[in-house]
Structures are given as structure tokens and as C-alpha cells.
């Protein structure tokens, strides 16, 4: 009787012993997103030791050079967990695709477990460019003076505006005269409205019948816009 005891306290003990192992488990292995196309998608997927041994990760494989994974550990205590981080490059992709990483273990059973990015990629739109013909820029187009001084000048001027002072329309117009466009509206302003009013009136007198006067100056635009739109030298 004792050693049919002894026999099945053994067996029991050599049964224990048996199931005794390192198990490997992942949460969600199958991760799916939507992506824009260039973009760089990571994932952390969480592996967990659900066995009652260390679970020793001994190799860990992506399926392609745009696939790369990370780990902080690879050794792992009965219910410990660790991340593996997959990262995938969808550079030049379109569609759906998938890419896996393997996590090869000392799990008797399982002994590779398989991560999954499955990446379904949005073509990147670009951005629609309005088009303006030669004829219809000129409906819009303007030739916008400074008639300030060009230290003035150079300390804040509106974007796209021509400096041409006041005293160069007043001693030296015959030279301006043929460079002015004749088919476009052109804007004079100066600091506060009595310069560019005197450079507009001599532009009238000389023939020039599309002159515009802005009124206020750089004093008025900074009123209304702050430095919106200045530019300085």
C-alpha cells in the first residue's frame, strides 16, 4: 500500500513537472489603421508571460527593411509583459498592406508568435492650385509705389511696393515717365498721405490717368493691420 502511494505522489509530482513551462501570449496581435501614405506608423503590441517558467524571447523578425520593431526586455518572469514596438514606413505604398513581425520563444508550444500591421493607405491629395490667366492678372494687378525716403524704405515698406521718392517725380520725371505702366491701376502712399497726394498730382499733370492715392499712409495701414504686410529691408 505504501508504495502505491510513493507511485502516485511521484506521478503526480512528475505530472506537475510536465506542464511546467514558459507560455507566450499577445493582446491583439492584429493591429489595423488608416494612414496617410509617407507617414511612419508604430504600434505597441503587449507580450505577456502566462506561463509559470521565464519566457526568454530569443529572436525578433520583421517581414520587410520598412518594418522595424523594439523591445525593452527579453526575458520575461511568470505574468510579466513587455511592448514590442512595430514601426512601419508606408513610403510609397497604396492600398492594403500587411506587415509582421515574429517574436521567437522558448514557449515549447508556441514557439513563434506573430504580430500584424495591417495598413490600409490614403493616397495624399495635393491640394488644388487655382489658375489666373494673363488677361485676368491684369484686372487685378497693380503697381504699388513708395514715394518715402529710403532709409523710410528700408525700415518697413509694403510688400511688392517700388520705391521711388517724392523728390526724384519732382526733379527727375521724364526718366520715370516711360517705365510706368499706363494699362494698371498705381498706388502711391507715404508715410501719412501729403507726399504720395503730391507725387499723385504729378503723375495726373503728366497724363497718367490710373493713379490712386492711399489714404493715411503706412499711418493708416498699421491702424487698420498692425505690420501685416510690411516688410523690412
Not at 524704405?153 to 520725371?173: D, K, R, V, W
Amino acid at each position: 500500500m505504501k508504495k502505491w502511494a510513493v507511485l502516485l505522489v511521484a506521478l503526480a509530482l512528475f505530472g506537475v513537472a510536465g506542464v511546467a513551462a514558459p507560455m507566450i501570449s499577445v493582446d491583439n496581435p492584429i493591429y489595423s489603421a488608416t494612414v496617410q501614405s509617407g507617414s511612419l506608423v508604430s504600434h505597441a503590441f503587449v507580450v505577456t508571460n502566462t506561463g509559470d517558467q521565464t519566457l526568454s524571447i530569443t529572436n525578433v523578425v520583421t517581414s520587410c527593411g520598412c518594418t522595424t520593431a523594439a523591445l525593452d526586455k527579453r526575458d520575461l518572469a511568470p505574468g510579466e509583459s513587455v511592448s514590442v514596438t512595430a514601426t512601419v514606413n508606408t513610403t510609397g505604398f497604396q492600398g492594403t498592406v500587411t506587415r509582421t513581425v515574429s517574436v521567437s520563444s522558448n514557449d515549447p508550444v508556441n514557439p513563434t508568435a506573430v504580430l500584424q500591421m495591417v495598413l490600409t493607405i490614403a493616397q495624399t491629395t495635393a491640394p488644388a492650385v487655382q489658375e489666373i490667366s494673363v488677361s485676368d492678372l491684369k484686372l487685378v494687378f497693380y503697381f504699388l509705389i513708395d514715394v518715402r525716403t529710403p532709409e523710410e524704405y528700408a525700415a518697413g515698406h509694403l510688400f511688392g511696393a517700388m520705391n521711388i521718392p517724392l523728390s526724384e517725380f519732382q526733379t527727375n520725371l521724364a526718366a520715370w515717365l516711360p517705365r510706368l505702366p499706363r494699362e494698371v491701376p498705381l498706388i502711391v502712399y507715404c508715410k501719412g498721405g501729403a507726399r504720395s497726394l503730391q507725387a499723385a498730382t504729378i503723375l495726373v499733370e503728366a497724363g497718367l490717368t490710373n493713379v490712386l492715392d492711399l489714404t493715411g499712409g503706412i499711418t493708416a495701414w498699421n491702424s487698420a493691420f498692425g505690420n501685416g504686410y510690411l516688410y523690412a529691408l
